[in-house]
């Protein structure tokens, strides 16, 4: 049979996940001599398993059915691959077979077809070209190869290519003051600071001389920024400042005196008004001064009454101490009934010779804690 046909590749052919037989339009001798290639994302797979060849020998060709319909993401190519074997032997004087010889014409004809095919795929340098040239031109490939990523980013960024074409004019004059473009690289952060701020920018502009004057004070506007809460606090209260000013001299002179006026404050007792009350401190027990002297006087939160220290130890100030009963005013109208007093003593305490003490009994005396009754001293406990 003739090989009539020039045709060696059928496709490609783009699947849907329904079609399986997919048509070929070449004859082929053995199911062998088929390849069946799927492209998917730009990738070429040789398939060797999961499809079926029929119209073997059939000289308009024949189908691959797929036991799984390729998908819309899949093409899929058939080439012929003849082998590139000879395997008629004739032997002088031999039997002389016209359908064996002319079946080795085929395979033949068939070998210059698939690569007929293969060169037209492949990259061709014109007729007039220097040979002698193909080795720089591969390397080139190889080149560009190498570099395909990059080569990929800047087709990406073609526009943005042409856009600075059209301003190479200005990237001269950029390149002139490199030096300048890479300190201002270096403070990237501060230019986009700026460019947040550009209506003060052109504010600061125009005073210009004041800005110079501050160079010059540069140490001080550094710990002023240091101070930049309180900058605010005292922009809130110009007014304030304003009046301040007015009294500059006043001013001066408490700021010499100052000293002696905290001295003059130290320790002193603060009241509500001159007709009101002194304010004491206040606090619970535990709240007591770590290192007492004698003299020290303050409200005790947590027995309600006013205490202080002797020398040795807190006690109630005026026969203070908790009352209960009637909330009367003493010396207007009869105060409260009971005098309340706690049960165990907690802190080491001495009766002198020259002291009557009484407390409603029972009577504790706290583990560890001492009570002393000196010689002409009472104690009673009703």
Request: net charge negative; proline share 2%.
């Amino acid at each position: 049979m003739t090989v009539s046909s020039e045709v060696s590749k059928s496709g490609p052919y783009t699947g849907n996940g329904v079609t399986v037989a997919f048509s070929y339009g070449f004859r082929i001798l053995d199911e062998s001599h088929i390849q069946v290639i799927r492209t998917e994302a730009g990738v070429d797979t040789t398939l060797t398993t999961g499809f079926t060849v029929s119209g073997v020998g059939d000289a308009v060709g024949g189908a691959i059915t797929f036991a799984v319909a390729p998908t819309a993401s899949q093409k899929i190519t058939f080439i012929r691959d003849v082998p590139n074997t000879q395997e008629i032997d004739l032997v002088n004087q031999g039997a002389f077979f016209a359908e064996v010889v002319e079946e080795g014409f085929d395979l033949a004809s068939m070998r210059d077809q698939q690569l007929q095919e293969q060169l037209d795929r492949a990259l061709k340098i014109p007729v007039g070209q220097d040979s002698g040239t193909l080795d720089g031109l591969i390397q080139d490939i190889i080149i560009l190869a190498d570099n395909v990523t990059d080569i990929n980013a800047v087709a990406a960024i073609v526009a943005d290519v042409t856009t600075v074409a059209g301003i190479t004019a200005n990237i001269t004059i950029v390149a002139g003051i490199a030096a300048n473009v890479t300190t201002v690289a270096g403070i990237a952060a501060a230019v986009s600071t700026a460019a947040g701020i550009d209506a003060e920018i052109v504010i600061v502009a125009g005073i210009a001389s004041a800005v110079t004057s501050v160079a010059g004070i540069d140490a001080e506007v550094v710990i002023v920024s240091g101070i930049a809460g309180d900058v605010t606090i005292v922009s809130g209260i110009a007014a304030d400042v304003s009046a301040v000013s007015g009294i500059a001299a006043d001013v001066t002179t408490v700021a010499a005196n100052i000293s002696a006026i905290l001295a003059a404050l130290t320790g002193a007792v603060q009241k509500t008004s001159s007709t009101g009350s002194a304010i004491l401190p206040t606090g619970t027990t535990a709240q007591r001064d770590g290192s007492p002297l004698a003299g020290y006087v303050r409200f005790n939160s947590t027995t309600v009454s006013f205490e202080g220290y002797n020398g040795t130890a807190w006690v109630p100030v005026g026969g203070g101490g908790q009352f209960k009963g009637n909330n009367g005013t003493i010396g207007v109208a009869p105060g409260d009934i009971f005098r309340v007093n706690s049960k165990t003593l907690t802190a080491n305490t001495t009766i002198a010779a020259t002291e009557n003490a009484q407390a409603a009994g029972p009577l504790e005396v706290g583990t560890g804690v001492t009570l002393t009754i000196a010689t002409g001293g009472n104690l009673v406990i009703v």
